[in-house]
């Protein structure tokens, strides 16, 4: 009986190259511009400018993506693509608890509210 090549990717998503999330940053050490994809921590490309390392990195994004599709191996959703609920659980230290609701009481907003709005400072 022949040997026959399955596809184990049919029923994997295919996602386009420019879903992913990209970033270009300068590297003092390198000397040049070092783009990365953050759906994939381990792949950097680098370039003069900073559209050429972009370029660059999305050139070895497309790669990757073949080959995980033609190996059938599971490939990440996008950071675009994903859904979040907007619900989130954070552990903290009680003295930390105590002091952002002593700051959200003198700022007569709820404890929640004084949270979102210090993690909105963070993410610009």
Known sequence: MPLTKTN????????????????????????????????????????????????????????VLEDLEDSGEHIPEPFSKRQYSGTLNVRMPKHIHRQLAIEAER???????LIVSKLAVLST
Not at 107 to 113: A, F, H
Request: charged letters at 25%; glycine letters at 6%; hydrophobic letters at 35%.
């Open 107 to 113: 700022q007569g907003v709820s404890l929640n509210q």
């Open 8 to 63: 184990k990717a049919i029923d994997t998503p295919k996602y386009k190259v420019e879903e992913y999330s990209y970033h270009v940053i300068w590297s003092e050490e390198d000397q040049a511009f070092i783009g990365r994809v953050s759906e994939f921590p381990s792949l950097a490309a680098h370039g003069d400018t900073r559209e050429e390392a972009l370029n660059e990195i999305s050139i070895a994004v497309e790669g």
